[in-house]
């Protein structure tokens, strides 16, 4: 199953926070390889305002066990967190089109 997290940050700038636990969040990065499918800051004129997150798991109770593990969520830079099944049917990084039969 995929699983999609979109992590908006607080309203007020959050970037120093994020710089002081980078070296956490890239280890925990580099440890959860497996399952991340696609992660990155979600950037408003040039200025990180949150995070994207598409896990592989077994099911949503696994993805947010990793994704609460992170150390961005453990130092409460998101504001929100809204998490939704996501099923890739088409573009290229799933080969084309992968419709439903």
């Given at each position: 199953?995929?699983?999609?997290?979109?992590?908006?940050?607080?309203?007020?700038?959050?970037?120093?926070?994020?710089?002081?636990?980078?070296?956490a969040?890239?280890?925990?990065?580099?440890?959860?390889?497996?399952?991340?499918?696609?992660?990155?800051?979600?950037?408003?004129n040039?200025?990180?305002?949150?995070?994207?997150?598409?896990?592989?798991?077994?099911?949503?109770?696994e993805?947010?066990?990793?994704?609460?593990?992170?150390?961005?969520?453990?130092?409460?830079?998101?504001?929100?967190?809204?998490?939704?099944?996501?099923?890739?049917?088409?573009g290229?990084?799933?080969?084309?089109?992968?419709?439903?039969?």
């Amino acid at each position: 199953m995929l699983v999609q997290f979109n992590c908006i940050d607080h309203p007020y700038s959050m970037q120093n926070i994020r710089l002081e636990h980078l070296g956490a969040h890239l280890a925990w990065v580099e440890e959860n390889m497996a399952n991340i499918c696609v992660a990155g800051p979600l950037k408003d004129n040039g200025e990180i305002v949150g995070s994207l997150y598409v896990l592989a798991t077994e099911g949503i109770d696994e993805a947010k066990a990793i994704l609460f593990s992170d150390p961005y969520y453990l130092a409460n830079i998101w504001q929100t967190v809204t998490i939704h099944e996501f099923n890739a049917y088409a573009g290229n990084w799933v080969g084309g089109k992968n419709w439903p039969t």
